[in-house]
């Protein structure tokens, strides 16, 4: 069985219950192994992991999704001497290019993660157990919409470290993603090569999809002919969120999910 629990989200219907920040952050329970998959901004994903029951203490994997503060600040908090995946350009420096007062990156420094955790920096595919992968730098066949994000040495950032994670079961891949700045389409065909499995059991995650226009149309046509289960987080906007609903409800299982929600598959 596989067990994924919303940590924190950037929707939160539940806040005399939990609390909530912009961001994003998931555990994920798989075989034998206890994963924290990305965050958030703060310590509020530990506070509603307690109010879920769920022990921190005990997780033994930490994967980041990609760099941003709002998936990677939260490990300021998070102490445990666990493994650590990420890409190697988790720790740039990165501002909005328009206003290069916004610092975008996270706080924690390469040498500071070294220190807190096992840490272990890859481009490739990397194998936490039998079925579960975390996903390496994503092949971008699909177009993406950046935002304008600005490098330390003032190049364009490309956010080439964004990436998820893949859950290979018997009724098909689960694919988790934090942002999808590399474009979810491309993800999930990411994950479909480095399972060797072609059935999409369900995506979960924020989709960077901002508005209505003919790139979110091309990403609703994918899922509806290529995955059986979509669920949407952080970075999807309420009309796109509803576009999805509305123009999958009847061809594909389509939620929106929320701090607090938990799916077993």
């Excluded at 022990?55 to 493994?83: M, P, R, W």
């Excluded at 988790?90 to 096992?118: F, V």
């Excluded at 061809?251 to 077993?264: A, L, R």
Aim: net charge negative; glycine share 6%.
């Amino acid at each position: 069985m596989v067990k994924v629990v919303i940590l924190n989200d950037t929707r939160n219907s539940n806040k005399d219950k939990f609390e909530n920040d912009d961001g994003f952050s998931a555990y994920v329970e798989v075989e034998n192994n206890k994963i924290l998959f990305d965050a958030g901004p703060s310590e509020k994903f530990m506070k509603n992991a307690e109010k879920l029951g769920i022990e921190l203490n005990k997780v033994d994997t930490i994967i980041l999704s990609h760099g941003h503060y709002d998936h990677g600040d939260g490990l300021q908090y998070f102490n445990n001497k666990v493994e650590f995946i990420a890409h190697p350009n988790c720790t740039l420096k990165r501002w909005w290019k328009d206003d290069h007062s916004h610092y975008s990156g996270i706080q924690l420094t390469k040498e500071e993660l070294e220190n807190k955790y096992n840490t272990h920096f890859t481009k490739e595919p990397y194998k936490i157990n039998q079925s579960t992968y975390y996903l390496g730098e994503i092949t971008r066949k699909y177009p993406i919409k950046l935002k304008k994000w600005v490098l330390e040495n003032g190049q364009n950032d490309e956010v080439l470290d964004d990436s998820g994670m893949v859950i290979n079961t018997e009724n098909g891949i689960i694919v988790i993603a934090g942002c999808s700045h590399s474009g979810i389409c491309n993800i999930v065909e990411h994950a479909k090569k480095v399972t060797n499995n072609n059935k999409v059991l369900a995506v979960i995650g924020g989709f960077h999809l901002r508005e209505i226009d003919e790139n979110t149309n091309k990403v609703i046509n994918y899922m509806k002919d290529n995955v059986e289960e979509v669920i949407l987080a952080h970075c999807t906007t309420d009309d796109v969120c509803n576009k999805f609903v509305n123009d999958l409800k009847e061809k594909i299982k389509v939620s929106i999910t929320e701090v607090g929600k938990v799916y077993n598959f």
